[in-house]
């Protein structure tokens, strides 16, 4: 039956997905979000993402790394299709504080009924930018899985820009956390 | 089930059954309960419905989400028990975190209830009338009814693949027009209900309050869709003359308790976790008339009072912040405060610039939680403020 649904799960993805590789090296993400990679990633486009883009390093089901860039006030995150469903839809403001900008974040994750439990929230210094880094655990509810996560997030001049990563907490989240730690700290925020 | 059956199941019942029976019938609302179902031959469709479930029960007994405290799902099932009488040992109660109002009990004895339902009522006497209603679906064997309906067969296929899973991606509206009960299901399972929690002692004028209660939260949402509050509208069509009939019912049905305080003992160290869970479902508007119901009622009202608090800050829409500042402060004002409802003061006093106001209570709240998972940022928050 979980496995029905992840093969439901996976052709609903791949019908409107475009796999496209992420070489190593020096990355821009949006307009003015940087990153260096050690290593290549997968990124997967389908409309229904925007404005997020989703890279992954297992496939899609399992491990996923979403990364924001240049969110603009009142943008509607992940407005359609499978990740959004028919749920609620959460919005940016620019106005926002960072425990607002987290709570809209934990929403997100949240609005397949999955469960989210915040387990740190501390500064941290994204992109150059005086910003937030947390820590999280989640229970997905179309498989069961239970997940470890972490997110990294900035606002600069009224955009936000962020990335969340999480994987079953078991096996690949211990194997890639270090990846995308390293990732996050390379992250630069661009002037323009 | 046909005047027939009913007769033939009456008639196989014991002596005590028939008396209750023809008390019941004085009252206007007759039932006797088949015997207890043998396992059918798994070469029957029937059968292969069973089948299908006991997978499903397997993997739902591995899911991290199903509670695992002994004390809550013994309590459950207990009330199973006294609704289900001679069919005890065949009901296996299964409570599932999730934010919505449902309960599901299918063909081969599997009982789910959802702890947002567990959230939405108020007293034993409602959960119970939920899960007699269940009961009254598997005492009659619906959903073998509903597979052998030529007309609904193929869209029941696709149902049993979704079965458990209502909830997941999107899923509600399939496995609501596949697996909806009809209005004659609806109406018998309603009578048995009311039936078993009467026999049960349970009033059973608590009944309608549960539906009444969920189309007000329905009706709060904007455009809304009950599906997605409650799958249990989405697999139980639940019209307002249910409400009404149900009323009409309890009537002919007087006395029994609510059990207010048993329900409160058992469930009240779930709250918190339950509500954390509610409030991130984003429906502002639905949890603002559940959380108001519930203080309105007397129940857990600091705790309450502090997610109301919660849901008015994080919606904040014009007018939010003072009104979740009011929740806070009475919610920290209260004989047992939670500790979150100083980080909310805190939070909007430093958002309204009241630097003292917001300084003096987020530390009160790191004071009182020193190992809150934010505590390191709000650490932050305190030094900009004192800097
Ligand atoms: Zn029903």
Known sequence: MNKLLCAILILALSACATVKKIESGDNLV????????????????????????????????????????????GQVMHPEGPIGGKQ??????????????????????????????????????????????????????????????V?????????????????????????????????????????? | MNRRQLLSAAGACCAQALARQVHAQAAGTDYAAPH????????????????????????????????????LVSYVQDICCRLGSEHCPDIRAYVVRTPLFNANMAPNGMMQ?????????????????????????????????????????????????????????????VAASAFAYGREHEREADRI???????????????????????????????????QTASLFATHPAPPER????????????????????FAERTRRFLDDWLQDEVKRGQYAESLV????????????????????????????????ALALADYQAAAASLDPPAAAFRGIGLISRQQGQRSEAVEALTHYLDLAPDAPDAAFIKTYLAELTS
């Open chain 2, 290 to 321: 559940l959380l108001t119901r519930h203080i309105d009622h007397g129940k857990a009202r600091e705790l309450m009072t502090y997610y109301r608090g919660e849901v008015h800050r994080l919606r904040g829409e014009a007018g939010d912040q």
């Open chain 2, 193 to 227: 209900g009311a039936y078993l929690m009467h026999q049960a002692g349970y009033d059973v004028a608590e009944s309608a309050k549960v539906w009444s209660n969920l189309l007000q939260e329905v009706k709060a949402r904007e455009g809304g869709d009950p599906a």
């Open chain 1, 30 to 73: 949006g307009e003015r979000l940087s990153v260096t990679l050690d290593g290549a990633w997968n990124r997967l486009d389908f409309p229904s993402i925007k404005p997020a883009q989703i890279w992954t390093m297992e496939g899609v089901t399992i491990d996923e790394f979403l990364i924001y860039s240049g969110i603009h006030d």
């Open chain 1, 151 to 192: 997110g990294f997030g900035a606002v600069d001049r009224g955009e936000l820009f962020a990335m969340i990563y999480d994987a079953p907490r078991l096996t690949f989240f211990p194997r890639y956390q270090s990846k995308v730690e390293a990732i996050a700290r390379t992250a630069v925020i661009k002037a323009s």
């Open chain 2, 113 to 173: 209830v959802w702890t947002g339902l567990l959230l939405r009522v108020e007293n034993e006497a409602q959960l119970a009338a939920v899960l007699g209603h269940e009961i009254g679906h598997y005492l009659q064997r619906h959903s073998v009814e509903r597979l052998r309906d030529a007309k609904s067969k193929s869209a029941l296929a696709q149902v049993l693949g979704a079965f458990g899973a209502v909830g997941a991606l999107g899923q509600l509206a």
């Open chain 2, 243 to 262: 409400q009404a009939d149900l009323e009409q019912i309890a009537k002919s049905l007087p006395g029994g308790s609510t059990g207010d305080d048993a």
């Open chain 2, 36 to 71: 207890r179902f043998g396992r059918p031959d798994v070469a029957t469709d029937e059968g292969g419905l069973w089948s299908m479930m006991d997978r499903e029960e397997r993997s739902l007994r591995r899911s991290p989400l199903v509670l695992r405290d002994e004390k």
């Open chain 1, 88 to 149: 609620r839809n959460f919005a940016f403001h620019s106005a926002m504080q960072t425990e607002e900008i987290v709570s809209m974040f934990e929403g997100v994750l949240c609005r397949d009924n999955s469960t989210f439990k915040l387990l740190k929230l501390e500064p941290y210094q994204f992109g150059g930018k005086k910003g937030f880094r947390f820590e999280y655990e989640r229970i997905r509810k179309v498989d069961n899985v239970q997940l470890r996560g």
